[in-house]
């Protein structure tokens, strides 16, 4: 892990008045330059060629004689080669130079991986470094080893397919899209074999996917994910935010779920076997029942991370969770940075957010606020890592 100090004397070296938000642009980029810019800030995205229209043309940011923005959210592109590129030595030394404060995303940790992100990233980032790392499942201390000592609900771990007696999802990653998912679902043994061999047959997941596998009961059941903000600066209100809930569309499942029954049956007879790629979000709210269980499940997620991951949550965060018959919580899985759905705030906020803040309150525009906040303080130290 790259030293705290040396982050900090680069810090030392920024013109905070002039400080700008940078980000990779892919995930959630356009929520986080949104509210930056909403904030007045101006804002910078690392783009991969080929992959920059929407953030290099179609957002460009246009801004009056005052410095106003008056069209778009992106106002400025660093271009690279390949996302991966962004721990180069020479687009760090680019974003340094341009005061940015680095808001880190999915995509960012997924492309530059995390052992990069920890030791060779110098750049300033706003949220906990150390604490990504819990987001790479598998690992000695996940997120599901934080639920567990945090004693919050999550599915029931299956260990091996043999022990598979209830429907069971199969966590693993896609063989051709790096980053997307492989899943499955089976309700015994011989179900896994059949599908796993023919998603293998298919190309869809590895031979040995087992390896890096996670198998977990199946809750049937909404999905809601609560894009909760903890903030290390407040002194008056409560630390932990709800800002607001999305929920996912994945292909090819959504379509599948559309057809009769029938239909389905007669796919899955033939071989098709739904995959679950996220493809876009929408959003939803909560019954006010539950809005005291998901504040308790984020406090004892933000306590948990604080113990084992000092200095724990800086910033949003994200429990995913689904909703059995009883209105149990189940979390399967956690997002220790801005979650992949926060788009959909996006301008007009989100009902809890907006309601707390008074005004359109993003995700992104609410990071933007912190940020705005620890300058004015002269606490931007504690909330970059």
């Not at 992106?74 to 690279?80: F, L, S």
């Not at 341009?98 to 960012?108: E, G």
């Not at 429907?167 to 896994?192: M, N, S, Y």
């Not at 090819?252 to 049956?265: E, I």
Request: charged share 30%; hydrophobic share 40%; net charge negative.
């Amino acid at each position: 892990m790259i030293d705290r100090s040396e982050v900090l004397e680069t810090l030392g070296k920024y013109d905070l008045g002039r400080a700008k938000v940078g980000v990779v642009a892919s995930h959630s980029a356009l929520d986080t330059c949104d509210g930056a810019v909403s904030e007045g800030f101006r804002t910078v995205a690392v783009a991969q060629k080929g992959r920059d229209a929407a953030f290099s043309r179609y957002f460009r940011a246009f801004r009056d004689e005052s410095g106003e923005a008056v069209r778009g959210v992106v106002d400025e592109i660093v271009p690279v080669d390949r996302f991966a590129d962004v721990v180069k030595p020479e687009v760090q030394a680019s974003l340094i130079r341009d005061s940015v404060l680095f808001v880190p995303n999915r995509s960012f940790v997924s492309y530059a991986g995390i052992d990069a992100v920890e030791d060779s990233f110098r750049v300033p980032i706003v949220g906990s470094r150390n604490l990504l790392r819990s987001e790479e499942r598998g690992g000695d201390r996940d997120y599901y080893w934080i639920l567990e000592r945090a004693g919050l609900p999550f599915p029931k771990k299956v260990e091996r397919p043999e022990d598979i007696d209830s429907l069971t999802i199969v966590k693993v990653h896609h063989k051709v899209k790096k980053l997307e998912r492989g899943f499955f679902t089976a309700k015994d043994p011989a179900q896994f074999e059949e599908k796993s061999a023919e998603l293998v047959r298919q190309g869809v997941i590895e031979e040995d996917f087992l390896k890096s596998a996670r198998m977990e009961q199946y809750v049937i059941g909404p999905v809601f994910n609560l894009d909760f903000f903890r903030s290390p600066l407040e002194e008056k209100g409560e630390q932990i935010e709800l800002l607001g809930v999305d929920w996912r569309f994945e292909t090819s499942l959504d379509g599948y779920c559309r057809l009769p029954g029938k239909q389905q049956v007669e796919l899955e007879n033939d071989g098709i076997i739904p995959e679950y790629t996220v493809c876009g979000h929408n959003s939803a709210t909560l019954r006010e029942s539950l809005l005291d269980k998901a504040f308790d499940m984020a406090e004892k997620y933000v306590a948990a991370a604080k113990k084992y991951y000092d200095p724990g949550v800086i910033g949003p965060f994200c429990l995913q969770t689904c909703v059995d018959k009883d209105l149990n919580f189940y979390i399967y899985d956690v997002a220790p940075r801005i979650g992949g759905g926060t788009n959909v705030h996006m301008s007009v906020g989100h009902p809890y957010g907006n309601a707390l803040w008074r005004r359109e309150m993003s995700t992104g525009r609410r990071l933007a606020m912190e940020i705005k906040r620890a300058i004015a303080q002269e606490r931007v130290d504690e909330i970059v890592t």
